[in-house]
């Protein structure tokens, strides 16, 4: 597609599609969004309190030059958004046995001492020392990043909407699309589950853990997975908030844990980063009855302050998990007119400042130094995905 302007509709109101959305009209398409919505929609993966920002990848050197891009901008937009969406309380990884090479911490810090990040590696007595709440004693080793925090994510999602309509795109909350409209060869648009039909020059799918649902052909590359969130209510405030409580990850590539400071009001949001459980994002969301147990019995050991903390709220958020874990953001080469733009794969988030740059340079054909990664594939052997806890659900 050549550089003038066109009509774009985008599928899906979340990270992928405002970012998007934002991006495209920047270069002077017009772009339609639609969304079953409010926006941000309650359900989404991007409608959260707070989301990791890290560039600990392990030895993936791609994801962390997209990091290192990602973060200038997230310090920007607390600047240009006019509101600290951005914490940057640095992150912790925390190791159960010493770090080890092939583990994700300990490729992480190799990886990030090598481009001459200010990595600090820590022992037992350095980890009880500057954080109390932890049970040291269990944690012989790890690292702290001075660099990354969190975002408040449905807020980013909020601001960027607002900061779209202003810029001329139209978004369409409770519109929900429902099959694609193919003429001649190719996709010249679709319908909403209304019976109304919507035409333009491109479709963009951005309706993340809902795409292969609704895109069936995908089913086979990528699918939702259901992760469980929990808050507590942090009593004792100083002790879970920075500096001796930033984001943190214990032993994150075994056991799937991270979590976050508490917040103003005490919320301390936990969860973790491991198979989760396969659904159909549609359906009602109920939690199951292990998750609670699990998560109580890991605050137990690990953050014994915090075994008896009264639980204040839980959700059931879905990734959407490519086979490999690499995100999916190509044209699909058996549809003419429609591009794919999903495949967080529970990671993305943080690429929020990319991810409409990296979108809008597939759509139009333009040279992204990112984008060979996320082109479209065939599922092949199943590449590690960094940090994903795989063995234990
Ligand atoms: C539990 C959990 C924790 C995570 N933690 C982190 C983290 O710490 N750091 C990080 O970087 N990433 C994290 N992620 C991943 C990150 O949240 C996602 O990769 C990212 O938000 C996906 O954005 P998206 O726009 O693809 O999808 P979503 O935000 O889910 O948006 C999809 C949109 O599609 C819409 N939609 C659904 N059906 C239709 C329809 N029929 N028609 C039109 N629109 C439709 C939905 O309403 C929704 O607004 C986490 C994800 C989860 C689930």
Not at 367 to 375: D, E, I, L, S, V
């Amino acid at each position: 597609m050549g550089t003038s302007s066109s009509h774009i509709l985008i599928v899906g109101g979340g990270t992928y599609g405002i970012n998007t959305a934002l991006e495209l009209r920047a270069r002077g398409h017009a772009v339609t969004l639609l969304d079953p919505g409010p926006i941000p929609h309650p359900d989404a993966a991007s409608t959260d309190i707070s989301k990791v920002i890290r560039m600990d990848y392990g030895k993936d050197e791609l994801y962390l030059q997209m990091m290192v891009e990602a973060l200038a901008l997230w310090r920007a937009w607390n600047d240009e958004l006019g509101k600290e969406v951005f914490h940057e309380t640095g992150v912790l990884y925390l190791t159960l046995d010493g770090m080890q090479p092939g583990d994700f911490e300990y490729e992480s810090y190799q990886l990030l001492h090598k481009h001459g990040h200010p990595v600090e590696r820590l022992d037992s007595a350095e980890i009880g020392k500057r954080y109390p709440a932890w049970n040291a004693e269990l944690y012989p080793d790890g690292y702290y990043n001075p660099q990354g925090g969190w975002a408040a994510s449905g807020r980013v999602v909020a601001l960027l909407a607002k900061r779209a309509e202003q810029a001329g795109v139209t978004i369409l909350g409770g519109v929900a699309f429902a099959e694609l409209l193919e003429a001649g060869g190719r996709v010249t648009g679709l319908r909403a589950a209304d019976g109304q039909e919507y035409h333009g020059d491109q479709v963009v799918f951005c309706a993340g853990s809902w795409t292969p649902v609704l895109l069936p052909h995908l089913a086979d590359v990528m699918w939702p997975t259901a992760q469980a969130v929990f808050h507590f209510l942090a009593e004792d405030l100083p002790l879970y908030q920075p500096p001796q409580f930033p984001v943190w990850t214990a032993d994150v590539g075994k056991t799937g844990w991270y979590g976050f400071p508490a917040q103003g009001d005490g919320t301390l949001k936990l969860a973790n980063h491991g198979v989760g459980w396969q659904q159909d994002p549609r359906l009602p969301r109920q939690v199951p009855a292990e998750a609670e147990p699990r998560f109580r019995a890991f605050l137990a050991e690990s953050l014994p302050g915090l075994a008896g903390a009264r639980k204040t709220f839980e959700r059931l958020c879905f990734y959407c998990d490519t086979f490999d874990g690499d995100f999916w953001i190509d044209k699909d080469p058996e549809r003419p007119g429609l591009l794919v733009s999903a495949g967080g794969s529970g990671h993305a988030f943080k690429f929020t400042p990319l991810l409409g740059h990296i979108t809008a340079d597939v759509l139009e054909g333009t040279a992204n130094p990112y984008a060979a990664r996320f082109a479209w594939r065939k599922r092949g052997a199943l590449a590690a995905e960094e940090a994903r806890a795989v063995e234990r659900k």
